[in-house]
């Protein structure tokens, strides 16, 4: 029998778990009591088990939607299309919301996606890199006349505004609190979450009116406070912007959502 | 050429026992950490780290190194192994003799290499250039294997043995494995044992598995058996004061229940095993 390298005897068992090519059986040796399918479909099936439990652990709703089997069925087809190039398993489920919008038959259930992503979003603002929370003093020692040019920095844990056509967080909640089951509904409005954590390690998140959404969505790309204010004229009578604008300022610092001014320049 | 200094009796540190762990101050001489659980950005992970690394000695376990992988090693792991390092202090940092995966691909299992010279030739100069980069000796595990490839001309031993001799770095025996990779394998676990070069030996590792008859699974999900017990045993006779810990990866139970496999242990090897001053 030709020699076979390192490289070529891992190629074959990888081939072997990632699609089930047989040739690697030439390279192994079993016995009567215990035979090479056993063996190997005890690599297989461990394989399959520690990664769908990964994508179990990630997205614990998605898994209750579809139940035990549904998810089994979704795990095996997503390892296939996206197997883990991650040092971490942590990351192994970060394409499952493209996923699972655009592979039939889940994309038929729009919901599924938007669970899968406000759950990775949850899982961003878990581990995501500590900040303290910009304290009120800091704040209020600006003087009026550069208030205009200020630029605010935003907790590194703070994802992504979500924006869910779908009564996704209500479903969340009550698999979460494991209570009676509720429908999915579609929402008569969009609605637009933030996802953060605050300093007492605490996963937060909070659904915010439109007027704020775009506020806090220019704010955290960087725009200064008066051009925010100049936009919010779409919602919002001019007479009452200064005081709406510095009511989301105000919750911004309650929430801890803010961990630095930027400049004041 | 010389071990580190012993810890003594350890356990696994997981996430079910930080808050029990920082309430009440357990006698447990040390922790060892699984490092990837941590090689993330900030949260409660980490911040439960630095507290509980305050308190207890640490080591540092990996399962992502891929020491006996074709690929390149990956350079970016290694980084950030070592900044966690520098973070936190651990005593050693070790991994699994084994690869994980090639052309990029992670399977995240522990997979076998063939006993051949040449896996020993690669992994050897692997490790060099690990211990080179981390500045420090590392400890490799011996794993439980389902598969033995035509090509081995080595036993298991030998080759562990003759990878720590050429690399110049230490081994965490883990008992369990031992008595797992022998029902599987037809080998005596004393045989293992006798083979394995004892002044290389710095840690021991102590686990449940699941038995079926006619072959073993590593599950680490369950208690210690009586064999695996009286293996420790025998393994303490042979290597003398070397830390040991017990590994429970799932199915985690009360921290009581652990304390209570440690006591065993303790029962076990009494004095023989036991913190040393470091550089004592
Ligand atoms: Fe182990």
């Known amino acids: 029998m030709a020699e076979r390298s390192l490289r070529d005897i891992q190629e074959a068992l990888q081939r072997h778990l990632t699609n089930g090519d047989e040739q690697v059986r030439e390279l192994i040796v079993g016995t009567p009591r215990f035979p090479i399918e056993t063996r190997l479909g005890i690599y297989s099936d461990a394989y399959r088990l520690r990664l769908i439990e990964a994508l179990s652990d990630a997205y614990p709703a998605v898994h209750t939607l579809l139940g035990d089997e549904g998810f089994a069925a979704l795990g095996a087809a997503y390892l296939e299309a996206h197997p883990s190039s991650y040092r971490s398993i942590r990351w192994f489920g970060d394409q499952l919301a493209h996923f699972l919008a655009e592979r039939p038959p889940w994309r038929d259930t729009p919901l599924l996606a938007e669970m899968a992503d406000f759950e990775w979003a949850l899982r961003g603002a878990f581990d995501a890199p500590d900040a303290r929370p910009l304290e009120r003093e800091t704040l209020r020692r600006i003087p009026p006349e550069r208030w205009a040019g200020l630029r605010l920095r935003f907790a590194p844990s703070l994802q992504a505004l979500r924006h869910h056509h779908w009564n996704t967080v209500a479903l969340w909640r009550a698999i979460e609190a494991e209570s009676d089951p509720i429908p999915p509904q579609a929402l008569p409005e969009v609605e637009t979450w933030a996802i953060w954590r605050s300093a007492d390690q605490r996963t937060r998140y909070r659904s915010l009116p439109v007027d704020e959404a775009w506020a806090l969505g220019q704010m955290r790309e960087g725009v200064d406070f008066s051009s925010v204010c100049a936009g919010l004229v779409e919602w919002i009578d001019e007479a009452h912007i200064p005081a709406r604008a510095a009511g989301f300022l105000h919750q911004w610092l309650e929430d801890e959502l803010i961990a630095d001014i930027d400049s004041v320049a | ?280």
Not at chain 2, 51 to 76: C, F, K, N, W
Not at chain 2, 192 to 208: K, M, N, P, S, T
Not at chain 2, 246 to 264: G, S
């Open chain 2, 1 to 280: 050429m010389s071990r580190y200094p012993s810890l003594g009796y350890g356990l696994g540190l997981r996430k079910e026992h930080y808050h029990e762990i920082l309430d009440t101050d357990p006698a447990i001489d040390w922790f060892e950490i699984l490092s990837e659980n941590y090689l993330v950005p900030g949260g409660k992970p980490r911040y439960f780290l630095a507290r509980i690394a305050e308190r207890y000695p640490l080591v540092m376990h990996g399962v992502s190194l891929s020491i006996g992988s074709t690929d390149p090693l990956d350079q970016d792991y290694l980084k950030q192994l070592k900044a966690l390092a520098d973070e936190i202090e651990p005593r050693w940092i070790s991994d699994h003799l084994c690869w994980t995966g090639i052309n990029g691909l992670n399977l995240h299992d522990l997979l076998p290499l063939p006993y051949t010279e040449e896996a020993i030739a690669h992994v050897v100069e692997r490790v060099m250039r690990v211990q080179d980069y981390l500045g420090r000796r590392i400890l490799l595990e011996n794993v439980s294997s389902y598969i033995s490839y035509a090509d081995s001309q080595l036993t298991e031993w030998e080759f562990l043995n003759a990878i720590s001799e050429r690399a110049d770095c230490l081994i965490l025996l883990d008992i369990n494995n031992i008595h797992v990779s022998a029902l599987n394998h037809d080998f005596d676990p004393r045989a293992y044992l006798e083979g394995i070069a004892g002044e290389r030996v710095q840690q021991f590792h102590l686990a449940g598995h699941s038995d079926f008859g006619d072959y073993a699974i590593d599950t680490h999900d369950a208690g210690i058996i009586p064999s695996v017990w009286s293996l420790y045993e025998q393994a303490v006779e042979r290597y003398g004061n070397v830390s040991t810990m017990i590994e429970r990866d799932d199915n985690i139970p009360p921290l009581a229940d652990l304390l209570a496999e440690l006591e065993q242990a303790r029962r076990i090897a009494g004095d023989r095993i036991h913190p040393e001053a470091a550089n004592g």
